[in-house]
Each structure stands twice: as C-alpha cells, then as structure tokens.
C-alpha cells in the first residue's frame, strides 16, 4: 500500500498560506513599530531639548528680572530721598541686606552730590565673593566702558553690552537705571540727577546653562546683541569676546554660519538637524534671553538623538526574520502549487536565507554598543571644560576642595596583539603643568592594567608662563577582556587607562587636545596614521572618562574620591577586517560544504565503501581547519564561524546516515529514492537555515 507524502495532504496549502500572513503580517508589524519608535523617539528628545533650551533662557531671565527688580527699586529710594547725602548710608544698607545683587554703586552727575566735589560714585560689589568698596572716577568721559553711565541719561533703564573686567577675570553686564531729584522732577521730565548701576557676573547668569542635559558632548553657550560670544565653556573664547562674524571662520563654530536665523531679532525658537548640519556638528537649537536681545543656542551631541544601537540591532533582526519567514512560505507555496520547481524551490530558499544572514551581520556590524552609558566622552575644549566644571560641582557639594586638573596627552605608534587578551603599545605621552601646580604635584606616568610596563623621561622644560612641561616615551602590555564570540565580524575597544597624576592629592587628569590639530572621533588624533594594525581596521579613537568605584581608599586619608573617581582614558576603536578571516577561515569552511554537497551528488554513482571513505576524509579536512582555527584565536570561548565546524559534523554524521540508509535500502527493496531525494533536495535549505538561526542566536 502506498503511503501518502505530507506534502501531498490538503491542510498542506492552507497551512503554508496561514504561515505566508502569520509571516507577513508579523513583518509589517515589526517594521511599523520600529518606525514609529524612530519617529517617537525623534519627537520626544526634540520636546526634551526644547523644553531645556527654553528653561534655561528663561532662568537667565529670571536673574536678569530679579536684579532688575532690585534696581528699579532702589533707584526709586534714591529719588525718593530728599537729602542727597544721605544717599551713601541707603546704598551701604540696602547692599548689605539684598543678596540678590552683586555689586551696587550710586554715581552723580559731576558736582551734583556737593558744589565742590566732581566725581562721587560710591561703588560696592562682592563678584568673587570677598566685599569690596571703590569710589569710581572719570566716568563722564566719552569713552565706550562708560556706557553705563551715559546711555541711560538718554534711553533709560538699559541692560549694557557684556565686557570683560579683568581685575576680577571675570565677564560682567551692568543693568543701570537713572536716578532724579524728586518724584516730581522725574514726572515733570527733569534730567536726571545720575544713574544706579549694579554689575552682574556672567557666571553668575548662565550657571542654569552647565545644568543642561544636552547629551554626552552638549553645551550652552550665549551671544550678546551685538554678536559677541559671552558665555562658552571654553573662557578663552569668552574672554576675547569674539564676535560671530570672526568666530564663523573657526573649525569649531563653522557651524554658527549654518543656523543665521538664531541672529534674527524676531527669533523665537528654532532647531536645526542633519538636514542643515553635518553629522559631525551634530544638533543645535537656539531662543532669545528674555528682557535682553542676547542668543542662547544649545549644542546637542548626536549620542541624545541615537536609539540604543543594541535594540536597534535586535528590531532589525526581528524584521528581517519576519521578511525571511514571508519568504520562505510564499516560496514553498509556490512549490506545492507547481508554480516552481524543486531546483528552483531549492535555489531561492538558500539564495533568501544567505542574503537575510548578510543583513544580520550587516546590522551586527553596523549596531553595536561600545561606550557605556555613564562614560564621557571628550572630543572638544567646550566638552573638557564643561566636565571638569560640572565635576567641580559636584565636589563642591561633597565638601571637597576643587581639584587641580593636570594637562595630559598622548600619541600611539603602535600596536600589536600578543594574545588574545594581551596588546602591546607604544609611543609617547606628557603633561603641563602650570606655575603653581609644577611646585607641588611631582610629574610621573603610570598607566592602569598593565602587565608589563617601561616608562622612560626624554623631555622636560620650562613653559614660558612658568610652567613645566614633561614628556615621556612609553612601552606597555596592557590586559584587558576582550569578546571573540563574534569572530570575524567583531570589535575590539582597547582602553589606555592613565594613573592618576598623585593619587590622593585630589587631582584630576584631563586631556591635553590644544596639542591635536583635529579632535573628532573619526581623526583619530593621538593615533599615528602609519600605524600599522595587520588583520584591523581602525574605526575611531577618542579621550573619554571612566567613572571607576572603588571600595578601598588605598590607605590614602586625603582619597575622596573613592565612590565614584573619574579615570581618564584613550580608546582605540577597531573592527576586523573580513578579508584574512575569509580566506583563512570561511573559504575552507565554503570549500568543506562544497565537497560534501559533492558526496552527495555523487551517491547515486559511488559505492558505499568509496561515499564513506570521501566523507571521511572530508571530516578529517574540518577537523583540521577546525584546530587551525582554534591554534590561531588562542581563546577559550567559542566563536561565530567555529560553530560552522560543528555544523559540518552534524551534517556530515546526517548524511552518512541518510548514505546508509539509502543504500541498504537500495539493497532490500531496489528503490532508495526517498533517501537520495532527502538528501539531494534538501541539503542547501537545510544548511543555510541553520547558519541563518546560529547568526541570529549570535548576533541578536
């Protein structure tokens, strides 16, 4: 009696065709919500941006009103007053009293305060915190740091035009309201009798601006009317008081050309993406400062705006697992309907299972995580100096005194991997210090995880502003743990952890990028561009900072930093490259395939004692490459293509047993085509499918 093929029964069709929509639908599902969560994400961190760029103006217009409040205030006492020379015991009293403001001053008109007293201006401030009092002179002379003074006889109450104060290096803005006889001068149009300034510290204003969560890498930084650059991590630029039109031919603020519109006196609020600017500038959004016409625009790093690249990976695979799957059955449906062949059958399953393995690696290429959420990652001064300034911050509130941050750098001349944990570098490396560090810190290097370490002096001079300068050439082994298992479409991140200049001397090493012509991660900058790196690729490298707990002081009393200590590091960034790991290791592997898909053709026309010899001997081949494979990574893990090598043996064992089962059947019965057509037809589907499922277990 016959038996009935499965393939042959009528639930076959409707099942493929349940599959096909389960498959299909499963796609479009997967497909739709890795959209939206792109789009959703998108929207939400622009809300988020908004909402900070927004705040963050409106509380450096809320200072602005509070000290505006004050002024306006005491200016009124001062009209209000009757006898003039009573107005230096108001001002000493009410500068004591209101800690809203920073300096107050009360200035007259030239022998307005008495016949025959020219200049009169009492002038209180405590900028830096230490009170102070001057008696301003020469202020009705016609010179533009008096603006303070003459504008507001002609415009009234007038917030000035940010400018740097040197004696206390800090950059201020003065809020000055004029001041009059009587009330009844004032309502009557009077001149005034003279102005009440009181000088703000920039700091002061844009402290909101360092509290800003604008990514790993964003800032805030604040333009004035007239286009000056007042408020930038890095106070050099600040200091200067760069304008716009010069500060657009910088690398660094290339940018600002691109975003002309934040300068329009009628902005309210704009954000700019890749569209407008490039990749590596990243996002930027601006707004205007309240009571003010001054530009706050906000740099925001492209870390804010990436989804997790570890579940964008794992979405990816999920549709194209659901895409292969749709595949698949409207393929086999095709086959039961005799639409197609089964050559056909057979070439396009393998054919889509080999081009949906391609886009897993693909994505497990292209979507992995290498940093840690918590790392800072340091590519700009902006970037450096907006940690060290949040870092001081935050010792502050610990009760620690600020920490001395010590200039290092580095340059890498090669590199070599010894073992498969093992990495031997070279090259050189220094640090500055500056005239009152150079006296107290004792210059040395040292650099964390090593295991074999040689560190020699070749330089040490003077800097011209007092300075030290040390330089040193190093050779280490460093040893950390690295993963294989995705051997060859793998990563490898090697750290170069620096020691702490003096550990327990509360110092902090920062990276010396003013030496680096570039700083992007893709530059390269403290990598020689000769280096030479055999079977990799380098991808990026970068200073960043490693935040390291620790649950010992070292027997160091002054080590405070023990919970959470911010270890300067050097990542090297590097991927394999595919050729060498092709030829070595998956050429064989393709070549083992073919020879065994070969045994198998040949079933039909070999003897069993010959199929079982060449099947053997195909074994023993993978065997082999197999040790080969495991004699050159030096690891104990499994990797991605060794599984490969069991796969061949399973397969291998497989076949032999269909071969035996074939020709004893051939020999009983006469007809064995049920074997030859198992094994002949099938081989292929089987053998992707398998490689598809294992690259998915690996790489999801």
């Given at each position: 009696?016959?038996?009935?093929?499965?393939?042959?029964?009528?639930?076959?069709?409707?099942?493929?065709?349940?599959?096909?929509?389960?498959?299909?639908?499963?796609?479009?599902?997967?497909?739709?919500?890795?959209?939206?969560?792109?789009?959703?994400?998108?929207?939400?961190?622009?809300e988020?941006?908004?909402?900070?760029?927004?705040?963050?103006?409106?509380?450096?217009?809320?200072?602005?009103?509070?000290?505006?409040?004050?002024v306006?205030?005491?200016?009124?006492?001062?009209?209000?007053?009757?006898?003039?020379?009573?107005?230096?015991?108001?001002?000493?009293?009410?500068?004591?009293?209101?800690?809203?403001?920073?300096?107050?001053?009360?200035?007259?008109?030239?022998?307005?305060?008495?016949?025959?007293?020219?200049?009169?201006?009492?002038?209180?401030?405590?900028?830096?915190?230490?009170?102070?009092?001057?008696?301003?002179?020469?202020y009705?002379?016609?010179?533009?740091?008096?603006?303070?003074?003459?504008?507001?006889?002609?415009?009234?109450?007038?917030?000035?035009?940010?400018?740097?104060?040197?004696?206390?290096?800090?950059?201020?803005?003065?809020?000055?309201?004029?001041?009059?006889?009587?009330?009844?001068?004032?309502?009557?149009?009077?001149?005034?009798?003279?102005?009440?300034?009181?000088?703000?510290?920039?700091?002061?204003?844009?402290?909101?601006?360092?509290?800003?969560?604008?990514?790993?890498?964003?800032?805030?930084?604040?333009?004035?009317?007239?286009?000056?650059?007042?408020?930038?991590?890095?106070?050099?630029?600040?200091?200067?008081?760069?304008?716009?039109?010069?500060?657009?031919?910088?690398?660094?603020?290339?940018?600002?050309?691109?975003?002309?519109?934040?300068?329009?006196?009628?902005?309210?609020?704009?954000?700019?993406?890749?569209?407008?600017?490039?990749?590596?500038?990243?996002?930027?959004?601006?707004?205007?400062?309240?009571?003010?016409?001054?530009?706050?625009?906000?740099r925001?790093?492209?870390?804010?705006?990436?989804?997790?690249?570890?579940?964008?990976?794992?979405?990816n695979?999920?549709?194209?697992?659901?895409?292969?799957?749709?595949f698949?059955?409207?393929?086999?449906?095709?086959?039961?309907?005799?639409?197609?062949?089964?050559?056909?059958?057979?070439?396009?399953?393998?054919?889509?299972?080999?081009?949906?393995?391609?886009?897993?690696?693909?994505?497990?290429?292209?979507?992995?995580?290498?940093?840690?959420?918590?790392?800072?990652?340091?590519?700009?001064?902006?970037?450096?100096?907006?940690?060290s300034?949040?870092?001081?911050?935050?010792?502050?509130?610990?009760?620690?005194?600020?920490?001395?941050?010590?200039?290092?750098?580095?340059?890498?001349?090669?590199l070599?991997?010894?073992?498969?944990?093992?990495?031997?570098?070279?090259?050189?490396?220094?640090?500055?210090?500056?005239?009152?560090?150079?006296?107290?810190?004792?210059?040395?290097?040292?650099?964390?995880?090593?295991?074999?370490?040689?560190?020699?002096?070749?330089?040490?001079?003077?800097?011209?502003?007092?300075?030290?300068?040390?330089?040193?050439?190093?050779?280490?082994?460093?040893?950390?743990q690295?993963?294989?298992?995705k051997?060859?479409?793998?990563?490898?991140?090697?750290?170069?952890?620096?020691?702490?200049?003096?550990?327990?001397?509360?110092?902090?090493?920062?990276?010396?990028?003013?030496?680096?012509?570039?700083?992007?991660?893709?530059?390269?900058?403290?990598?020689?561009?000769?280096?030479?790196?055999?079977?990799?690729?380098?991808?990026?490298?970068?200073?960043?900072?490693?935040?390291?707990?620790?649950?010992?002081?070292?027997g160091?009393?002054?080590?405070?930093?023990?919970?959470?200590?911010?270890e300067?590091?050097?990542?090297?960034?590097?991927?394999?490259?595919?050729?060498g790991?092709?030829?070595?290791?998956?050429?064989?592997?393709?070549?083992?395939?073919?020879?065994?898909?070969?045994?198998v053709?040949?079933?039909?026309?070999?003897?069993?004692?010959?199929?079982?010899?060449?099947?053997?001997?195909?074994?023993?081949?993978?065997?082999?490459?197999?040790?080969?494979?495991?004699?050159?990574?030096?690891?104990?893990?499994?990797?991605?293509?060794?599984?490969f090598?069991?796969?061949?043996?399973?397969?291998?064992?497989?076949?032999?047993?269909?071969?035996?089962?074939?020709?004893k059947?051939?020999?009983?019965?006469?007809?064995?085509?049920?074997?030859?057509?198992?094994?002949?037809?099938?081989?292929?589907?089987?053998?992707?499918?398998?490689?598809?499922?294992?690259?998915?277990?690996?790489?999801?």
């Amino acid at each position: 009696m016959r038996v009935q093929d499965p393939w042959e029964s009528r639930l076959t069709t409707p099942l493929l065709v349940l599959f096909l929509a389960i498959s299909a639908l499963g796609f479009l599902i997967n497909g739709f919500y890795q959209v939206q969560q792109t789009h959703s994400f998108g929207q939400k961190v622009r809300e988020q941006v908004k909402t900070q760029t927004m705040n963050a103006a409106h509380e450096v217009g809320a200072e602005l009103k509070t000290i505006m409040k004050s002024v306006d205030r005491f200016a009124t006492e001062v009209t209000a007053t009757p006898d003039k020379t009573f107005v230096t015991k108001l001002l000493e009293d009410e500068f004591a009293v209101n800690e809203d403001i920073y300096s107050l001053n009360v200035t007259f008109h030239p022998y307005q305060y008495l016949p025959n007293v020219r200049y009169f201006s009492p002038y209180y401030e405590r900028l830096t915190g230490v009170e102070r009092k001057y008696n301003l002179l020469d202020y009705d002379k016609p010179y533009k740091e008096f603006s303070w003074y003459h504008r507001p006889l002609k415009e009234g109450p007038i917030w000035t035009e940010p400018y740097y104060e040197p004696q206390n290096n800090v950059l201020m803005t003065t809020y000055s309201v004029p001041f009059y006889q009587s009330k009844e001068a004032k309502r009557e149009g009077a001149q005034p009798l003279g102005v009440v300034p009181s000088d703000v510290s920039l700091d002061t204003l844009t402290a909101s601006l360092k509290q800003l969560d604008l990514g790993l890498g964003g800032y805030g930084i604040l333009f004035s009317e007239q286009q000056s650059l007042i408020s930038h991590p890095v106070f050099s630029h600040v200091r200067e008081m760069e304008r716009l039109e010069n500060l657009i031919k910088e690398p660094e603020f290339a940018y600002l050309a691109k975003i002309s519109g934040c300068f329009e006196d009628d902005l309210t609020y704009l954000f700019f993406n890749g569209e407008t600017l490039s990749n590596s500038e990243h996002y930027a959004a601006c707004t205007k400062v309240p009571h003010t016409n001054w530009t706050l625009i906000t740099r925001m790093s492209a870390d804010m705006f990436a989804m997790d690249r570890d579940e964008r990976r794992q979405n990816n695979i999920h549709i194209i697992s659901w895409g292969a799957a749709s595949f698949i059955f409207l393929i086999l449906l095709l086959t039961r309907l005799r639409k197609l062949t089964w050559t056909q059958n057979n070439v396009l399953l393998s054919i889509t299972l080999i081009l949906s393995t391609s886009l897993v690696l693909e994505f497990a290429r292209s979507f992995k995580t290498l940093e840690k959420t918590d790392n800072v990652v340091i590519t700009t001064q902006a970037q450096r100096e907006a940690f060290s300034s949040s870092y001081s911050d935050r010792l502050e509130t610990m009760h620690v005194a600020k920490p001395e941050y010590v200039a290092t750098g580095l340059y890498v001349e090669s590199l070599e991997f010894v073992s498969a944990n093992n990495v031997h570098l070279t090259g050189h490396a220094w640090q500055k210090f500056n005239a009152q560090q150079s006296a107290f810190i004792e210059p040395k290097l040292a650099f964390n995880h090593t295991v074999n370490s040689k560190i020699d002096e070749v330089y040490r001079k003077d800097l011209q502003d007092g300075g030290l300068l040390v330089g040193w050439h190093f050779s280490i082994e460093t040893r950390q743990q690295f993963d294989y298992s995705k051997y060859p479409f793998d990563h490898k991140s090697i750290e170069l952890s620096f020691n702490e200049a003096d550990m327990g001397g509360n110092v902090i090493l920062v990276p010396d990028l003013e030496s680096y012509e570039k700083l992007s991660k893709m530059d390269n900058p403290a990598v020689s561009p000769d280096i030479v790196l055999d079977e990799w690729q380098l991808k990026s490298s970068y200073f960043k900072y490693r935040f390291e707990s620790y649950n010992t002081n070292f027997g160091l009393d002054t080590f405070f930093n023990q919970n959470v200590a911010p270890e300067l590091n050097y990542n090297i960034n590097i991927e394999r490259e595919f050729i060498g790991p092709f030829v070595t290791t998956l050429l064989p592997v393709m070549v083992m395939v073919c020879l065994l898909y070969a045994c198998v053709v040949s079933m039909k026309y070999t003897p069993y004692g010959d199929l079982r010899n060449n099947i053997t001997a195909v074994v023993f081949t993978i065997l082999l490459a197999h040790y080969s494979i495991r004699e050159h990574l030096q690891i104990d893990e499994v990797v991605y293509f060794e599984i490969f090598y069991f796969l061949l043996y399973l397969v291998s064992s497989i076949f032999m047993l269909i071969a035996h089962q074939y020709y004893k059947a051939k020999e009983e019965t006469g007809d064995g085509r049920i074997y030859k057509r198992l094994a002949n037809i099938w081989f292929w589907p089987v053998m992707t499918i398998s490689i598809f499922i294992i690259t998915i277990l690996t790489y999801y």
